[in-house]
């Protein structure tokens, strides 16, 4: 990985071909350049054929010849792959990330190289599961200056997290978008982190460290499904229920949710092909679970 290139700031949309090529040529390994094999443990190359989604958007693009993918395979399963839905998804906390970021699941370290891109990032706690995914990725990286920063831990990083200090929290342990543990863990972390222990605790999420998880967005655009947003007016649920959740999810989003829906929905073809979730018991558990843990943002209604 190139370490000149810090990852871009809030005003660069990750929804467009050339910020996709270009994260993935910042990722630094080459087709012809990667170890073998290591305890069923591999980064090999795929080449999207066809129609290629997007993070927010199902069947939106067709796949270019040039993009070719690193991908994390366990076994025969692809874990993780650089495609343009893998690269969006991590916008976000990646515009949040400062201080000590936390993540868990170390993949192929796409995040947690480019959150220790960022200047005002000082250190990238990872903790990984599956040692043979340790060791792949030192074999890759290990000689990279940004892996300086990195402390590397073998563990249940979800039970970790509520016991390590961070500013930034990224829990990514998930092979698939918003798996039913997410809420599970969102509380995990509420009742465990010191943080949120005692009455002043509680009382002052104003302070509170920032907590993320992979698909937040996509539970976020979910819960503003058909409201005033400007997204497709399609409500399956009662329209009081839904008002209800998207005020909450609104009223926690944070100034780089906000610009990454904007840019989003600069592009009306993206915007008519949203594919939201489709559960929405699960939206609403989800959402009020975070606004336990996250800030109210007074810049939303300004």
Not at 141 to 170: C, M, Q, R, S, W
């Amino acid at each position: 990985m190139s370490t000149t290139t810090a990852y871009p700031d809030i005003d660069e949309s990750p929804f467009t071909n050339p910020f996709v090529h270009e994260e993935v040529r910042t990722y630094g390994i080459e087709e012809d350049h990667i170890p073998e094999t290591l305890e069923d443990v591999s980064v090999q190359f795929i080449h999207p054929q066809g129609i290629v989604r997007d993070y927010l958007n199902k069947q939106f693009r067709l796949a270019e010849e040039k993009l070719n993918c690193p991908a994390l395979v366990i076994g025969k399963d692809v874990w993780m792959s650089l495609t343009p839905m893998e690269i969006q998804s991590a916008w976000v906390p990646l515009q949040l990330a400062k201080g000590i970021v936390y993540t868990t699941g170390l993949g192929m370290g796409y995040f947690a190289l480019r959150a220790a891109s960022k200047p005002d990032v000082d250190k990238v706690i990872v903790v990984e599961q599956n040692p043979a995914v340790i060791r792949n990725f030192m074999a890759m990286h290990g000689k990279n200056p940004l892996v300086d920063k990195f402390e590397i831990y073998l563990g249940d990083g979800v039970e970790i997290a509520a016991k390590t200090k961070a500013d930034v929290y990224f829990i990514d342990p998930y092979q698939t978008l918003l798996p039913s543990e997410v809420p599970e863990h969102i509380e995990y972390f509420r009742t465990h982190h010191p943080h949120f222990q005692g009455e002043a605790g509680r009382q002052h999420l104003d302070t509170a460290p920032i907590y993320r998880f992979w698909g937040q967005e996509l539970v976020y655009a979910s819960a503003l499904y058909g409201t005033d947003i400007r997204l497709p007016d399609e409500l399956k649920v009662d329209p009081e229920e839904a008002q209800i959740t998207a005020t909450s999810a609104y009223s926690i989003m944070t100034d780089a949710d906000r610009a990454f829906l904007q840019h989003w929905m600069d592009d009306d073809e993206k915007n008519t092909m949203f594919d939201p979730c489709p559960d929405f018991e699960y939206i609403q558990q989800t959402v009020d679970m975070l606004t336990r843990i996250t800030p109210f943002n007074p810049s939303v209604f300004r």
